[in-house]
């Protein structure tokens, strides 16, 4: 069964530095595709940025990128030049090829601060 | 662009009692869901449909109906109630056909059972 593991529940970072949050997964497939989103105070849910498990490169969109480490089944995602409006819960989130019914599985998310 | 609208945005329920959630895309989109959200667990998929009158159960089906009638539309049931349960139900909806495809978000409901 798909898995998906956010082991950070918050972290604060001061406003202009880089956040790092972590994410590790379990599939039994060899193709996949990786999510974040990231939900506001307000509830809102936006779609942040996806890796594809058949891609090398660690995608960018933005001040968002990934740290692809299939081996390990890790996706980490990094924000640089954090602003206050960066403050939210961030969900990692994964669908594999195959996925009877398309089904996406979430992780539990990690609450970031962003400080001034 | 488009919008998904969730009503109501706030339920209060008594124990047992049947409580019906809405949600409304204009995306155009095939395929939508149902999401609960509890503090700490994350999202976790109750119920989706591919097109109009298809019905998929997700991990948490159990305790909810849910009806496809209009491809725009997607309604979900909680059958009974449970006392103080404090959950946000979250609908989203997504093109369908690929697995790559990323979900469009409704604002929630938030379920408040007395």
């Known amino acids: 069964a798909q898995k998906v593991t956010q082991t950070q529940t918050s972290i604060s970072v001061v406003e202009k530095t880089t956040v790092t949050m972590d994410c590790v997964y379990e599939?039994?497939?060899?193709?996949?595709?990786l999510f974040w989103y990231k939900q506001t105070a307000s509830g809102e849910i936006v779609f942040l940025i996806r890796?594809?498990?058949?891609?090398?490169e660690n995608a960018t969109v933005g001040h968002y990128s990934l740290n692809f480490q299939k081996p390990k089944s890790s996706i980490g995602l990094i924000i640089t030049a954090t602003q206050i409006e960066d403050s939210a819960v961030y969900f990692c989130?994964?669908?594999?090829?195959?996925?009877?019914?398309?089904?996406?599985?979430f992780g539990i998310g990690t609450r970031v601060l962003v400080r001034p | 662009g488009g919008i998904i609208t969730q009503t109501p945005k706030f339920l209060i329920g008594q124990e047992g009692q049947k409580l019906t959630l809405k949600c409304q895309q204009n995306?155009?989109?095939?395929?939508m869901y149902w999401y609960r959200q509890d503090s700490g667990k994350g999202l976790r998929l109750i119920y989706y449909?591919?097109?109009?009158?298809?019905?998929q159960k997700g991990d948490l089906s159990e305790g909810y109906d849910a009806s496809r009638e209009k491809k725009s539309s997607f309604s979900l049931t909680v059958t009974s109630a449970q006392k103080n349960e404090m959950a946000v139900f979250l609908c989203?909806?997504?093109?369908?056909?690929?697995?790559?495809?990323?979900?469009?978000f409704g604002s929630g409901t938030r379920l408040t059972v007395l």
């Open positions: 989203a909806s997504s093109m369908g056909g690929t697995s790559a495809e990323t979900l469009y």
């Open positions: 599939t039994r497939d060899s193709s996949y595709f």
């Open positions: 890796q594809d498990s058949y891609k090398k």
């Open positions: 989130a994964m669908r594999e090829i195959n996925s009877a019914g398309n089904k996406l599985t």
């Open positions: 995306f155009n989109h095939d395929t």
């Open positions: 449909s591919i097109t109009e009158n298809d019905l």
